[in-house]
C-alpha cells in the first residue's frame, strides 16, 4: 500500500498568515492527489483535487502543488473559517490511502 | 442539487453484523462510482472500498476483504455498505462518498453523506 505523510501533523497559525502543509507518498503517484479539509463533527470536504485543480465553491487562497512523491497545500491568507484538519490522499491505486492529517490551530 | 442521505446510528455486540444504507439524489446513481470511508474516534480517515452501482462490483482493500460487502438498489438509488464480525476497533463513523463519473470529468470524493456512527460494545 503507498505510505502518505504529511507534516506537521499540528500547526498554529493566526488569521493573515501563509501557510504551506506537506505531503509525501512513499512512491510515486503522479498528480493523483487530492486535499480535503474537515471541521469537527463533519464530513470531510473536498478542496484540491489532481494536485491542483479547485472544486468548485472552494475560495481561490487554496492551492495545491506537486507531482510524484511531493506535494503542497498552501492557504495564501488564513481566514476564521479555514481552522480545521487537512488531510491529503492519494487516487492512484487502490487501496486509496490518506494522510495521518494536519490540524491547523489558533496561534 | 446533490446528497447523499445515511441511516442512523447503530450500536453492535462484538461479532455481529451492521448495515448501513447510503441514499443518493440529484444526479444519474448510475453513473458515478460510489465509496466508503470511515474514521475512529479522534482518528484519520481510512478508506473501505468502492462499488460500481452500475453493475454492482466493488472493490475492497485488503483490510477488509471477507468483512466487508457493498451493494446497491438501483431502484431505490441507494448503496448499502456491510460489515460483519464486528470488534471494537470497528467502532467509527462510516461515511459514503461519491466517486467519479463514468461518463463525465467529475472528481472523486466530490460529495458525501453526513456519516453513520457505529458502536460496537458489548
Known amino acids: 500500500d503507498i505510505q502518505m505523510t504529511q507534516s506537521p501533523s499540528s500547526l498554529p497559525a493566526s488569521v493573515g498568515d501563509r501557510v504551506i502543509i506537506t505531503c509525501r507518498a512513499s512512491q510515486s503517484i503522479s498528480t493523483d492527489l487530492n486535499w480535503f479539509q474537515q471541521i469537527p463533527g463533519k464530513a470531510p470536504k473536498l478542496l484540491i483535487y489532481g494536485t491542483s485543480s479547485l472544486q468548485n465553491g472552494v475560495p481561490s487562497r487554496f492551492s495545491g502543488s506537486g507531482s510524484g512523491t511531493d506535494f503542497t497545500l498552501t492557504i495564501s491568507s488564513l481566514q476564521s473559517e479555514d481552522f480545521a484538519t487537512y488531510y491529503c490522499?492519494?487516487?492512484?491505486?487502490?487501496?486509496?490511502?490518506f494522510g495521518q492529517g494536519t490540524t491547523l490551530a489558533i496561534k | 442539487q446533490v446528497h447523499l442521505v445515511q441511516s442512523g446510528a447503530e450500536v453492535k455486540k462484538p461479532g455481529a453484523s451492521v448495515k448501513v444504507s447510503c441514499k443518493a439524489s440529484g444526479y444519474s446513481f448510475t453513473s458515478y462510482f460510489m465509496h466508503w470511508v470511515r474514521q475512529a474516534p479522534g482518528q484519520g480517515l481510512e478508506w473501505m472500498g468502492i462499488i460500481n452501482p452500475r453493475g454492482g462490483m466493488a472493490t475492497y482493500p485488503q483490510k477488509f476483504k471477507g468483512r466487508v460487502t457493498m451493494t446497491r438498489d438501483t431502484s431505490a438509488s441507494t448503496v448499502y455498505m456491510e460489515l460483519s464480525s464486528l470488534r471494537s476497533e470497528d467502532t467509527a463513523v462510516y461515511y459514503c462518498?461519491?466517486?467519479?463519473?463514468?461518463?463525465?470529468?467529475?472528481?472523486?470524493?466530490?460529495?458525501w453523506g453526513q456519516g453513520t456512527l457505529v458502536t460496537v460494545s458489548s
Open positions: 462518498a461519491r466517486g467519479m463519473g463514468m461518463t463525465t470529468v467529475t472528481p472523486d470524493f466530490d460529495y
Open positions: 490522499q492519494q487516487s492512484h491505486i487502490t487501496p486509496y490511502t
